[in-house]
T-cell receptor, first 111, second 113 residues
Framework: KQEVTQIPAALSVPEGENLVLNCSFT??????LQWFRQDPGKGLTSLLL?????REQTSGRLNASLDKSSGRSTLYIAASQPGDSATYLC??????????FGTGTRLKVLA | EPEVTQTPSHQVTQMGQEVILRCVPI?????FYWYRQILGQKVEFLVS????????KSEIFDDQFSVERPDGSNFTLKIRSTKLEDSAMYFC???????????FGPGTRLTVT
């Protein structure tokens, strides 16, 4: 059974820092891995999607990498800003195409 | 840009009542999903739907739940007799064949009192 874990559960950093969020999954047979942002009480905003054949994706200050063989993905946020404060979720898709989500990393960027 | 929409944004109901949550997937998408997120917990898969039938459901999706595509645009989740523990945010998602990327709606917050 696929399980997705995110470390750390919470993170507080000063503005301007570069930071790395981690996601690990137990079964390497995935189709996609996707990173989302969720603001409190709100919906899911898609950040980056990495297909299983890809190693990384970039969008602005965000870079996500995927290492299928080790069951890991990282989300790198450069020059963090207070507006980046949110919960970041990773999710993987498996053979039945449903998403399996991690528990998230709650990020707070201090001004 | 096309998007998945959900109504209502917030629904309050009393325990034991039936509720129907509505979703309008992106028009050329054929695969539809419901997920839920209990406050403070992870997003969990409930059910997937393709070609007018359920393709997969989780252990959460018991006989109290049902899904339907009543017309060419709507996709609904019905909870027959709500319980306190059904209070959660419910997300609808859809995708078209070939991409595997699901597009999520903004969610419906269900509060059962």
């Amino acid at each position: 059974k696929q399980e997705v874990t995110q470390i750390p559960a919470a993170l507080s950093v000063p503005e301007g820092e570069n930071l790395v969020l981690n996601c690990s999954f137990t079964d390497s047979a995935i189709y996609n891995l996707q990173w989302f942002r969720q603001d409190p009480g709100k919906g899911l905003t898609s950040l980056l999607l990495i297909q299983s054949s890809q190693r990384e994706q970039t969008s602005g200050r965000l870079n996500a990498s995927l290492d299928k063989s080790s069951g890991r993905s990282t989300l790198y946020i450069a020059a963090s800003q207070p507006g980046d404060s949110a919960t970041y979720l990773c999710a993987v898709t498996t053979g039945t195409y449903k998403y399996i989500f991690g528990t998230g990393t709650r990020l707070k960027v201090l001004a | 840009e096309p998007e998945v929409t959900q109504t209502p944004s917030h629904q309050v109901t009393q325990m034991g009542q039936e509720v129907i949550l509505r979703c309008v997937p992106i028009s050329n998408h054929l695969y539809f999903y419901w997920y839920r997120q209990i406050l403070g917990q992870k997003v969990e898969f409930l059910v997937s739907f393709y070609n007018n039938e359920i393709s997969e459901k989780s252990e959460i999706f018991d006989d109290q739940f049902s899904v339907e595509r009543p017309d060419g645009s709507n996709f609904t989740l019905k909870i027959r007799s709500t319980k306190l523990e059904d209070s959660a945010m419910y997300f609808c998602a859809s995708y078209r064949s070939g991409s595997y990327e699901q597009y999520f709606g903004p969610g419906t917050r269900l509060t059962v009192t």
